[in-house]
């Protein structure tokens, strides 16, 4: 099955500055790569996803760029904002009629004021 | 209308009892799941729903039973629950299309307390 692994598991950053989240996964077939951001006591919701067919995809200060090769991901938050402290989760999927998505860990994201 | 909206929002449950999570979507969505979530971890999968049938049992306990009684529709029916099963639990639902990777949207969830 899949397996995709999440770091840092807690990330600190000024108010303003840049965050970066990395994600692994295991499964070459796996095709769909959504990210969810979760704040304390909340549904995960989906701020950003991406398929196997594009290397790279932006949306205001949130971008994620794929590398299929070497079956990497990753989430960058610039100009952070104390509202954008949540836990995000990475997930890798491959989607045929449902998903059988496996989530990251998880990455705690503090932005100091 | 893109809610996932699932009741009880609270539950606290003694181990005999037995009690329904309920899950409900109108997007025309024909994928339905169920997740558990406990403190500080990703959510796991439980099942998934694939227009209508049970399509994966991610080796749950039979004190855990789904049901899909309509498209729109996703219960979870527990009985003899174990302390241990305390946790959110998140129902979500995707568009199901088998050509395209469609998001899930999930609910708020249920906290489920079993005491």
């Known amino acids: 099955g899949e397996n995709v692994e999440q770091h840092p598991s807690t990330l600190s950053v000024q108010e303003g500055d840049s965050a970066v989240i990395k994600c692994t996964y295991s499964d070459s077939a796996s095709n769909y790569f959504p990210w969810y951001k979760q704040e304390l006591g909340k549904r995960p919701q989906l701020i950003i996803d991406i398929r196997s067919n594009v290397g790279e995809k932006k949306d205001q200060r949130i971008a994620v760029t794929l590398n299929k090769t070497a079956k990497h991901f990753s989430l960058h938050i610039t100009e952070t904002q104390p509202e954008d402290s949540a836990v995000y989760f990475c997930a890798a999927t491959f989607s045929g009629g449902y998903q059988k998505v496996t989530f990251g860990i998880g990455t705690k994201l503090q932005v100091i004021p | 209308d893109t809610e996932v909206t699932q009741t009880p929002k609270h539950l606290v449950m003694g181990m005999t009892n037995k009690k329904s999570l309920k899950c409900e979507q109108h997007m025309g969505h024909r994928a339905m799941y169920w997740y558990k979530q406990k403190a500080k971890k990703p959510p796991e999968l439980m099942f998934v729903?694939?227009?209508?049938?049970?399509?994966i049992n991610e080796s749950v306990p039979s004190r855990f039973s789904p049901e899909c009684p309509n498209s729109s529709l996703l219960n979870l029916h527990l009985h003899a629950l174990q302390p241990e099963d305390s946790a959110l639990y998140l129902c979500?639902?995707?568009?199901?299309?088998?050509?395209?990777?469609?998001?899930?949207?999930f609910g708020q969830g249920t906290r489920l307390t079993v005491v």
């Open positions: 979500a639902s995707s568009r199901g299309s088998f050509h395209m990777n469609t998001e899930a949207f």
């Open positions: 729903y694939s227009y209508e049938k049970l399509s």
